[in-house]
């Protein structure tokens, strides 16, 4: 539980299929993604992405046509990725009528270890919203005292 | 991608009661651990770990008064962070954007392609 979260969506004007297939397909992937992929979506799948000199492992996780895609990426290239020690980045794909596609995504990560069950619950009530909001709250605190 | 460094900035502020030393610091702007562990659930050992991790991390800073050490946040390291955050929701904001292009383009060039199939028929 938590960690990083970072969600997002955008109401796509094309069937489902064509968005799973943007999302899921090498060579598409390099268009709005890394420049280069070496990527088969299949479950358990090793691949890697790489944006110039930059990048790494990844490892496909879910692939559920034409609405579910994850993967795992950021971990060290020696280490399978955990929780603890990637990103996951999860694709899901909700079709609003023939010609148009809901596209959300979360990438979440670097989840913390060994959280007392009385911290986790703490953190469910309070903490809603994510620890993004939190953060921004207390940024924006800060900001205010400082003035 | 993170960083190295942004990936160590996280996982210090995922976690919620090392959050909730920052919370109380934030709140009453300089306080010994003594003072923040009265305010917390868990014990005094566990906050005096939290403020080592958010120290060595450059969240906090401390500061000697007599025989108290006191500590404070340090409000530019946060504001790194929170701006980090809101760089990584605006990368995925633009990797989206190239999606719905890519899709929908697709999506005219199959419908243009079953009309022209239909007219030469």
């Known amino acids: 539980m938590s960690g990083l979260k970072i969600e997002r969506e955008i109401l796509i004007e094309a069937p489902v299929d064509a968005v799973w297939r943007t999302i899921t397909e090498p060579e598409q992937i390099t268009l709005w993604f890394a420049d280069r992929v070496d990527l088969v979506a299949k479950p358990g799948a090793?691949?890697?992405?790489y944006f110039g000199d930059q990048g790494g492992?990844?490892?496909?996780?879910?692939?559920?046509?034409?609405?579910?895609?994850t993967f795992r990426w950021n971990h060290p290239a020696d280490e399978e990725p955990t929780a603890r020690n990637s990103m996951l980045v999860e694709f899901t794909l909700t079709p609003e009528g023939d010609e148009r596609t809901r596209l959300r995504v979360t990438e979440s990560g670097h989840e913390s270890r060994d959280w007392p069950d009385a911290e986790k619950q703490r953190y469910t009530e309070e903490h809603q919203g994510g620890w993004t909001s939190h953060l921004e709250r207390l940024a924006g605190v800060l900001a205010q005292r400082s003035r | 991608m993170t960083t190295q460094t942004e990936?160590?900035?996280w996982s210090v502020i995922a976690d919620p009661s090392r959050r909730r030393v920052l919370d109380l610091l934030v709140t009453n702007g300089e306080a010994s651990a003594w003072s923040l562990a009265s305010h917390v659930t868990f014990s005094r050992q566990a906050v005096s770990k939290h403020l080592v991790v958010l120290e060595e991390a450059a969240f906090i800073k401390r500061r000697k008064q007599g025989r108290e050490v006191l500590y404070q946040v340090e409000p530019d390291r946060l504001h790194q962070a929170t701006r980090?955050?809101?760089?990584l929701a605006a990368v995925w904001d633009r990797r989206l954007d190239a999606i719905k292009r890519l899709a929908e383009a697709a999506h005219a060039e199959a419908k243009n392609q079953a009309t022209i199939t239909r007219e030469s028929k």
């Open chain 2, 7 to 9: 990936d160590r900035m």
């Open chain 1, 57 to 69: 492992p990844v490892v496909v996780e879910i692939v559920d046509p034409p609405t579910h895609f």
């Open chain 2, 84 to 87: 980090a955050m809101t760089e």
């Open chain 1, 46 to 49: 090793h691949g890697s992405m």
